[in-house]
């Protein structure tokens, strides 16, 4: 039997030995499908078409005879899978960077020899060595003979500086080495390349995180790396990282094929939350997803892309960010250099820097310190759990306002308010709710009205009954001829992973005996911090309201820092100072965490309007 899978660009003919199922086949072919919910059939994202039977769950659908009897296609003829239409999703790659001082841990480097003769008969490493002070590993030993006479004894290599060992032989025509810097999030993947030797960056470019079909969060991943998965989400996690750096090569030498200039990647840098650190590294994560919480391994570590079957050049440098907790990763770690509250920063304010994604991870920075928590907030600000959300691609919402007594909104991608939307993202659900608090839609504890009636007629049309469920109606015909709308269960979902954020900030700042008044400066990172429009966050209760003014997106602040520890080497070992002096609290065993969270269920009382 075979399936004809096809996309939005290409065919993908694939044949079926024996019956599986659809999704896993997908998965097997790096033809990734949303699965949130692991494949449990409870998301509904993993949504395709087969000819001749129409849309299906591909997490609920057997490739066996039966289907192609289903579909009235004979067995010798392929069943004709069609994939959704998916859009390049607006990923932030910006963000804020300390003060560097150029000192990369690889740079070119050219020698000159003295040629061997009857009186002077030194081994070819020694006399390398005493022309440059350079050692050079066992592995490199057996190309020096052909490296010296092809480059007539001036031979060039990309040298590790702190070791002084030579890291690869290359010609005298090879250009300055490349550095890449890595950040690879639950939901996305955000790459950088810069010139070792200028400290320019030449690239930059993000992607979605293929392991995305085995669930939307981390503890999806770990159930599925238990499951007997691990390989593969390392598999699919290193191919993504492949084809990010071949983005980005390709943006600088359009000329050029990508595999040119692979040979110049010399040193990269990762960072992540520490489960993704543990399925690229194949450490079990199985003992994070319960109590006590405790991964394998939080430190820094030094490897080579062989060692993480990376498609890389297999001695290329690739440094681990170390994480602080179970929960609180190497992205936080990273966005602490990036913001100057790491060690080295020295900041003297009190700070809060904020990461909100499937899991809300904060620390606190005064200067008697740094205290770090973090909460499972779900993945409603990705809009993963809700009815029509989707990542930041081209036409989801990511604005709504009431004016004129009505929503008005915009899409990603669009040139005018009220174009056609295909869904919400994460900045557009938390900001059609604030829209809903402010027009009566719904009221504090997020119960959509049931008196309509008191609404202006362009309001109150858009309150419906459907199926015993309320809804908030945003349109009733989206980009893929589907309605457009907030239910009751979205905006709960929303309202727990608020809670969830705002108890978390509360009980830190009570841990270090502070108001809220007394901090200085809140830093919101991460691709979601970076579309939120804060007075929305204010207006759903996310954030204390003593926060405005105080307020500032960071952008991508895991990216930075990796980018900051590939320039300036220095940084990455302040990252491993940074992370080890970090106090972690456990959120889960305090009651007071309880209690705040309830309170933070409600949502603030809208301003008068008059």
């Known amino acids: 039997m075979q399936i004809s899978v096809r996309d939005q660009e290409t065919t993908h003919n694939i044949q079926i030995e024996q019956p599986a199922g659809l999704l896993q086949i997908l998965r097997e072919s790096n033809l990734a499908v949303p699965a949130p919910c692991g494949g449990k059939g409870t998301c509904l994202k993993c949504t395709v078409t087969i000819e001749g039977i129409g ?27 069609r994939l959704p239409r998916y859009s390049r999703p607006q990923i932030a790659t910006s963000g804020m960077l300390p003060e ?17 003769s009857l009186k002077d008969q030194r081994a070819d490493d020694e006399r390398f060595f005493d022309a440059s002070g350079l050692s050079i590993p066992y592995r490199l030993l057996s190309q020096l003979p052909d490296v010296f006479r092809r480059s007539k004894y001036h031979p060039t290599a990309y040298v590790r500086i702190d070791t002084r060992e030579v890291l690869r032989f290359v010609t005298d025509q090879t250009a300055e080495p490349l550095g890449l810097a890595v950040d690879i999030g639950t939901t996305t993947l955000a790459g950088y390349l810069c010139d070792l030797k200028t400290g320019r960056l030449l690239a930059s470019d993000a992607m979605l995180n293929p392991q995305r079909t085995y669930g939307a969060d981390v503890i999806s991943r770990i159930e599925q790396a238990m ?14 990282i492949g084809e ?35 399925l690229l590294t194949q450490l079990p994560p199985d003992a994070i997803a319960r109590t006590p919480f405790i991964p394998v391994s939080v430190a820094a570590q030094t490897r080579t892309a062989a060692e993480l079957g990376l498609p890389l050049e297999q001695d290329t440098i690739c440094q681990l960010m170390p994480s602080i907790a179970a929960y609180v990763g190497a992205d936080i770690t990273a966005g602490l250099i990036a913001t100057g509250l790491s060690s080295q920063g020295h900041q003297q304010q009190i700070a809060l820097l904020i990461d909100i994604g499937t899991n809300g991870e904060m620390v606190l920075s005064t200067p008697n310190g740094r205290i770090a928590c973090s909460t499972a907030a779900g993945p409603a600000f990705e809009a993963a759990n ?116 705002a108890a978390g900030v509360l009980l830190l700042l009570e841990k270090a005996g502070l ?68 106090t972690y609290f456990e959120l889960s065993a305090e009651k007071r965490f309880t209690d705040l969270y309830i309170e933070g269920m409600m949502f603030p009382e809208p301003p008068d309007q008059d």
């Open 386 to 501: 809700i009815t029509c959300g989707l990542g930041g691609v081209r036409g989801a919402i990511d604005r709504v306002t009431v004016e004129e007594n009505d929503l008005v909104w915009t899409v990603i991608g669009g040139e005018t308010p009220g174009e056609t939307p295909a869904g919400l993202c994460g900045s557009g659900l938390v900001a059609a709710i604030a829209s809903f608090l402010k027009a009566g839609l719904i009221d504090e504890t997020g119960r959509i009205t049931d008196e309509p009636e008191l609404l202006p007629e362009s309001l109150a049309r858009r309150v419906r009954t459907v199926d015993g469920q309320r809804l908030v109606m945003i349109t009733e015909r989206g980009l893929n001829g589907e309605p457009v709308f907030l239910s009751q269960k979205d905006i709960r979902e929303l309202q727990n992973a608020k809670a969830a954020i």
């Open 227 to 240: 499951a007997g998965h691990q390989t593969e989400l390392q598999r699919v996690l290193a191919q993504a």
């Open 100 to 116: 560097l001082i150029l000192s990369p841990l690889v740079a070119r480097q050219s020698v000159i020899v003295d040629e061997p």
């Open 515 to 582: 108001e809220p008044e007394r901090v200085d400066t809140v830093y919101i990172a991460g691709g979601f911090g970076n579309y939120l429009d804060i007075e929305d966050a204010l207006a759903i209760g996310l954030l204390p309201p003593v926060f405005r003014g105080r307020t500032r997106s960071a952008g991508n602040t895991a990216g930075m820092g990796a980018l900051a520890c590939l320039l300036q080497q220095s940084w990455f070992g302040d990252a491993a100072e940074t992370a080890r002096t970090v």
């Open 244 to 278: 990010l750096t071949h983005r980005l090569l390709r943006q600088i030498d359009r000329i050029a094929a990508p595999d040119d200039l692979l040979n110049r990647v010399a040193h990269v840098v990762l960072t992540g939350n520490t489960v993704m650190m543990h």
């Open 55 to 81: 849309s299906v769950l591909a997490c609920q659908t057997i490739l066996d005879e039966a289907l192609w009897q289903r579909a009235g296609v004979p067995l010798d003829q392929p069943l004709v899978v």
